[in-house]
């Protein structure tokens, strides 16, 4: 008869209880080196980086082109087209670099697991150092490596996720992050036009400062990331640049134009 304090074996699935905890750790293992709740999903990445980008784009097309008097109609109009071809190269461009890097991840991977299908012994000296180096030693060091070296997918996320540092989750869909930087592009030239009907003056000012506010909090949040130093960052980048081509505009174009 068991006693109180003796574990049933049914608790260790019929296991000993150093094999149990052996492959707890293991899991623990697993489960700790997954890095991509850290990172930001490459569909939200897009999108963010895509709004940056269409709403600095436009509102350095509007400081070059406001001097020059065209109509407001007129120029909406050129502004508008100039955001569909815009909107259509940041969709594909993002999908294309998501596609590039699925590829390089994909000859990683195909790199590690002929690694770990030829140099098995090896694989096992690296991920058994690495681990020590965690403060795992001993017996259970050595039942931890005997859990991960059985299963051969586990060992292949272990090794590309520890060994190397990727995480194979954060890797989307290539389509997936090129509707997501559409959607971006989208949003943010919606937003920069309406506003720049509104107010000709200062309407696209306002829309670029607050989708560089919205975009980088989103950011931000996702990546843990210091919010306002990014704010600072990024307005101060927009400010810079679009004074550069203003007063470049100005020196070099307007004079003749008087």
């Given at each position: 008869m068991l006693s109180m304090n003796t574990p049933s074996p049914t608790h260790f699935n019929g296991k000993e209880a150093v094999d149990h905890v052996a492959e707890a750790q293991a899991q623990?293992?697993?489960?700790?080196?997954?890095?991509?709740?850290?990172?930001?999903?490459?569909?939200?990445?897009?999108?963010?980086?895509?709004?940056?980008e269409t709403a600095i784009a436009l509102l350095l097309l509007w400081t070059v082109l406001t001097p020059l008097n065209i109509p407001l109609p007129q120029l909406l109009t050129?502004?508008?087209?100039?955001?569909?071809?815009?909107?259509?190269?940041?969709?594909?461009?993002?999908?294309?670099?998501?596609?590039?890097?699925?590829?390089?991840?994909?000859?990683?991977?195909?790199?590690?697991?002929?690694?770990?299908d030829h140099n098995r012994p090896q694989e096992r000296e690296e991920l058994k150092a690495l681990y020590a180096t965690k403060g795992l030693e001993g017996k259970l060091l050595e039942d931890v490596?005997?859990?991960?070296?059985?299963?051969?997918?586990?060992?292949?996320?272990?090794?590309?996720?520890e060994e190397l540092g990727l995480s194979l989750q954060v890797y989307e869909h290539p389509l997936k992050q090129g509707l997501g930087a559409i959607i971006g592009a989208f949003l943010s030239a919606a937003l920069s036009l309406a506003l720049l009907s509104l107010s000709p003056i200062y309407g696209i000012l306002a829309a670029a400062f607050l989708i560089l506010l919205i975009s980088t909090l989103i950011s931000s949040k996702?990546?843990?990331?210091?919010?306002?130093?990014?704010?600072?960052?990024?307005?101060?980048?927009?400010?810079?640049?679009?004074?550069?081509?203003?007063?470049?505009a100005q020196f070099f174009?307007?004079?003749r134009l008087s």
């Open positions: 623990g293992i697993i489960a700790t080196s997954e890095i991509h709740g850290s990172e930001i999903p490459g569909h939200i990445s897009a999108a963010t980086d895509a709004a940056r050129l502004l508008a087209i100039f955001s569909i071809g815009w909107l259509v190269w940041k969709g594909g461009r993002s999908a294309w670099l998501a596609w590039s890097r699925l590829e390089r991840l994909h000859r990683i991977v195909e790199q590690e697991k002929w690694e770990i490596m005997d859990v991960l070296m059985a299963d051969g997918d586990r060992l292949l996320k272990v090794m590309v996720e996702h990546e843990q990331n210091r919010f306002i130093q990014a704010v600072v960052w990024n307005i101060g980048l927009g400010v810079l640049s679009s004074g550069f081509v203003y007063f470049l174009f307007y004079p």
